[in-house]
């Protein structure tokens, strides 16, 4: 198992351009959900989706759109990137039943310039 | 406004010490508190996780203790290794909420050799 995979590691953007970060995973899990990680902030949500064609912004969904078209696969789309975006993004899966763990990809470093 | 308060920001240990973490939450609806670690260039992974109706769940040298009352939680590493330096994260989740993690800001642990 690949477990959660996220491409690409890294990528720097013009501000203004757009692009869309991949995530996928094998486990058969319902839920997925999109965090950005900031020094001395944690890990905020994003996006989340609870299956297929299911998806609800989280506490910083400003600026980014996501789509669920299978179970296995949930990009994150940046529509205009802003500096205020450069981040390390984290996408996470896991079984939608109550207490399951989150299993996290290895994350996206993004730089817009 | 963090929901999950974590201190400290850094900690160097010897090893073979201990390293403590504290967390405080205001929100008594939380039901669910897992503590994550991150190595560099990684996603965080569910290190060990608590429900308040307990005050102590220990895993090996990894021991959660919570106090409902006072809305506080820590996580002990006793006998610290160097290949415990990693970032730890509290976490908490209200039920209802489709496991979204409210995240602590983040305590990066060193541990000396």
């Known amino acids: 198992n690949a477990g959660v995979t996220q491409t690409p590691k890294f990528q720097v953007l013009k501000t203004g351009q757009s692009m869309t970060l991949q995530c996928a995973q094998d486990?058969?899990?319902?839920?997925m959900s999109w965090y950005r990680q900031d020094p001395g902030m944690g890990l905020r949500l994003i996006h989340y989706?609870?299956?297929?064609?299911?998806?609800d912004q989280g506490e910083v969904p400003n600026g980014y759109n996501v789509s669920r078209s299978t179970t296995e696969d949930f990009p994150l789309r940046l529509l205009s990137a802003a500096p205020s975006q450069t981040s390390v993004y984290f996408c996470?899966?896991?079984?939608?039943?109550?207490?399951?763990?989150?299993?996290f990809g290895d994350g996206t470093r993004l730089s817009i310039l | 406004q963090q929901q999950v308060k974590q201190s400290p920001q850094s900690l160097i240990v010897q090893k073979g010490g201990i390293s403590i973490i504290n967390c405080a939450y205001e929100?008594?609806?939380?039901?669910?508190f897992p503590w994550y670690q991150q190595f560099p260039g990684k996603g965080p992974a569910l290190l060990i996780a608590i429900r308040p109706d307990v005050s102590e769940k220990k895993e090996g040298r990894f021991t959660i203790s919570f106090n409902k009352s006072a809305k506080q939680f820590s996580l002990h590493i006793m006998d610290s290794q160097p290949g415990d330096s990693a970032t730890y994260f509290c976490?908490?989740?209200?039920?209802?909420?489709?496991?979204?993690?409210?995240f602590g800001a983040g305590t990066q642990v060193v541990v000396t050799p």
């Open positions: 929100n008594t609806a939380f039901d669910y």
């Open positions: 976490a908490a989740v209200r039920p209802g909420s489709w496991g979204k993690l409210q």
């Open positions: 989706s609870v299956g297929a064609g299911i998806t």
């Open positions: 996470a899966s896991r079984f939608r039943q109550g207490g399951q763990p989150q299993h």
């Open positions: 486990m058969n899990h319902e839920y």
